[in-house]
């Protein structure tokens, strides 16, 4: 189960970071990563010697043209800790790094590495006020949850047992696409103009508050829902 985490000062103020160009790594999530490129595999031996820490930012869109240096990331982005390390035959590593928290960027370390270091700040994670925007976002998540086989109606029902909020709204961030992708592909290209995954998630992690990620999740999940309803997934008394 998620724990919230603390990120010390210390941390964060000279955190190597892993861009990647189309992930979030939020709280809670477990990240498994082939490491091969000569910098990458450098950043893993410094975190497995300087405290295990390494930052997960989302690369902005162009990163192609300046991929090998320092393209743009996106300020707001998970900061993860090595669970476990295996070093393959090839030179390759195989990792698998925790979410612990989420971090802001301040600026970049000009250091003498092969991989990027940034100075960042810890983001607080403050329970939610609007309790009863919560409570409806859980009804959603329930009445989704039974136009899914059994299998996943079981991982919903997990989902919906968590009590602390902030962990909620995480692990339903994380558990949307997995979701969505039960829809046909003609189906999701209607649901939200464009809006990827990977750009949804961003959105959530870098919300302001638990407030604002419950309402980004209320208009997804009951966009979702409209469209289940729409396809004769849903009758119309569960999207109500």
């Known amino acids: 189960m998620l724990k919230h985490h603390t990120l ?3 941390l964060l103020a000279s955190l190597p970071i892993f861009p990647l ?5 939020l709280p809670g999530m477990i990240l498994p990563l082939n490491v091969f490129e000569p910098r990458y595999l450098d950043l893993v ?4 010697e300087c405290g295990q820490h390494i930052g997960v930012p989302l690369l902005r869109p162009g990163y192609e043209a300046d991929y090998e240096g320092r393209p743009e990331i996106e300020p707001v982005f998970g900061v993860g800790k090595l669970l476990s390390h295996l070093r393959l ?4 590593r195989f990792i698998r790094l925790e979410g612990l928290a989420r971090a802001r960027l301040l600026s970049e370390r000009d250091l003498s590495h092969s991989f990027r270091v940034v100075a960042a700040e810890p983001l607080p994670e403050e329970p939610p006020r609007e309790h009863e925007h919560l409570e409806v976002l859980k009804a959603q998540v329930e009445r989704l949850a039974r136009a899914c086989n059994r ?3 079981e991982t919903v029902d997990t989902v919906l047992s968590i009590n602390d909020p902030r962990v909620f709204t995480y ?5 949307l696409p997995s979701v969505e992708m039960l829809i046909s ?3 999701n290209r209607r649901l939200f103009r464009g809006s990827s995954y990977t750009e949804f998630q961003q959105r959530c992690l870098a919300s302001a508050t638990t407030d604002e990620r419950v309402t980004l999740l209320l208009e997804r999940v009951g966009a979702l829902l409209d469209v289940l309803q729409t396809h004769a997934r849903l009758p119309a008394e569960m999207c109500n």
Do not use: Q, S, W
């Open 21 to 25: 160009p189309n992930l979030v790594l």
């Open 151 to 153: 299998n996943d109606t």
């Open 45 to 48: 031996d410094h975190a497995l």
């Open 89 to 92: 035959p090839d030179g390759r």
């Open 8 to 10: 010390a000062a210390e």
């Open 171 to 175: 692990t339903v961030t994380a558990l």
């Open 185 to 187: 592909t003609a189906i």
